[in-house]
């Protein structure tokens, strides 16, 4: 069994080329570049807690036609098929993809770790050069003890409207709660849905904003709510589908999502309709043409299949994400199949704000997979765990390859272990829904040592600490 190459460059699945396609991209980003020298974009980044990849109907494993809006959005832009997350845990893949950085390097390695006051991020380089930078909804990058206001200094250099919470789950129900502005005084909203409250604030924003400008719409939803462990939909998307299409990696594990993925399903329509209705908003305003429109997630969810909560493990259904952006320099068509992370977000959208990318930032721009300019991307993404274990991983291609420290257990939340053992491997050609764990069978030791040595090189480049990988404990024959 072989593993694949470091350097794929696989091309856009399914849609092609139109015309001569070298030519034609060529002409595409000359224009985009031309353009951004005499305009900058504005950026507007969609985030919601939780989605997972398969629920958009652009990625063709999901029947049920939830993200009509999503779909548009991906015929016309980019559409990022293998985007995952550097940890599948709300703080760190938060600051991962505003400060293009590892956990290891930005310290949020765990929820509850306020981002460095210092730290180089997206809105500060953006605001640096002339952007206002605007943040709407769930933060969780404040203090531990700030769940709802949070101060200046610790907002990640979103210092111009700030309507937000820093944790938006524990002040807020679906129909009643409380956003926090500047000054830290409470918004409070009641009556209505707290999706629809949030788009409203943000239609104000557009409606008067002055370019360029960012914006980051945060959204709880499709997450649960905490205290209740329920999916709450609005009351018009209630049962709306109740023998939904079960997702094949959950089907034959038991978990919450016999009596969960009906509401889950709900949320995520009428997330898709928000992202309608920013759209049309920035059409509305005369802002569309100028603006790129990026939609992606924290994490995804499992649905208490692989442990006892909803993340916080190497799978698909935890770390795989959806990502796809419309706007200047992405309106091309196009479905991107090499493997991406968060860390390359923030580097994506400075330089098509026609702005360098900090040195402190360890992502790279994905901007040259959109000419196919391939050669030299690593096409392996690095991740880690932490809080329900302390784990690293490795997801190509061909595999998903984790190590945990298994003398850390259950919730005891440490940084970095200085030994670790492989507890998972997965043939993801061969087995796509993660049934069958592959790890220590000795039919795959030589693909599990190659891997190893890989994954300890990423935790080499991360900045973790020195550590060692053992292979796995329990061996099959």
Request: hydrophobic content about 35%.
């Amino acid at each position: 069994m072989t593993l694949m190459p470091r350097n794929s460059s696989s091309g856009p699945t399914r849609r092609q080329w139109l015309g001569s396609a070298p030519a034609a991209l060529s002409a595409v980003s000359a224009a985009a570049q031309t353009g951004a020298s005499a305009r900058r974009p504005n950026i507007v980044m969609i985030i919601s807690d939780q989605f997972r990849w398969d629920c958009v109907g652009a990625m063709g494993a999901n029947p049920m036609n939830l993200t009509p809006n999503l779909d548009t959005i991906a015929r016309r832009g980019v559409l990022f098929r293998s985007a995952f997350c550097n940890q599948p845990v709300c703080a760190p893949a938060r600051a991962s993809i505003f400060t293009g950085q590892y956990p290891a390097r930005h310290g949020v390695w765990k929820n509850a770790i306020p981002l460095k006051e210092d730290a180089t991020t997206l809105a500060s380089t953006l605001r640096a050069s002339g952007y206002s930078a605007n943040y709407i909804g769930k933060w969780h990058l404040g203090p531990a003890s700030d769940q709802g206001p949070v101060a200046p200094a610790n907002r990640g250099g979103f210092l111009d409207l700030w309507q937000a919470a820093n944790t938006l789950e524990h002040t807020s129900h679906a129909y009643e709660g409380d956003l926090y502005d500047n000054a830290g005084k409470p918004l409070h909203f009641s009556g209505v849905y707290r999706t629809d409250f949030m788009t409203g604030l943000a239609q104000q924003f557009l409606r008067s904003a002055k370019s360029p400008f960012l914006l980051t719409l945060s959204y709880l939803e499709v997450h649960h709510q905490n205290d209740k462990d329920t999916f709450d939909p609005p009351t018009e998307y209630a049962k709306r589908y109740p023998n939904p299409f079960i997702p094949k990696d959950l089907r034959p594990l038991p978990g919450s999502w016999p009596s969960q993925l009906s509401d889950y399903f709900a949320c995520v329509a009428k997330m898709d309709e928000t992202v309608g209705t920013v759209r049309k908003t920035l059409a509305e305003t005369g802002l569309a043409d100028n603006t790129i429109l990026m939609f992606l997630s924290d994490h995804a969810c499992h649905f208490k299949t692989r442990n006892t909560e909803y993340k916080r493990s190497p799978h698909e259904s935890s770390i795989h994400v959806p990502l796809i952006v419309e706007g200047p320099g992405f309106n091309r068509g196009l479905e991107i199949s090499e493997l991406v992370s968060q860390v390359d977000v923030t580097p994506t959208l400075l330089q098509a704000a026609g702005l360098p990318v900090p040195a402190a930032m360890q992502g790279r721009s994905m901007l040259p997979l959109l000419d196919r300019k391939t050669e030299g991307w690593n096409n392996e993404v690095y991740f880690q765990m932490a809080e329900f274990v302390t784990g690293r991983g490795l997801r190509t291609p061909q595999y998903t390859y984790a190590a945990m420290a298994p003398k850390e257990r259950g919730w005891k939340a440490v940084p970095s272990a200085p030994s670790y053992v492989e507890y998972v491997l997965y043939d993801n050609y061969a087995d796509p829904y993660q049934h069958v764990n592959l790890a220590g069978r000795a039919t795959h030791q030589q693909v599990a040592a190659a891997l190893r040595a890989r994954l300890l090189e990423h935790m080499r480049q991360a900045g973790d600490p020195a550590a060692t990988i053992e292979p796995c404990w329990f061996p099959y024959s």
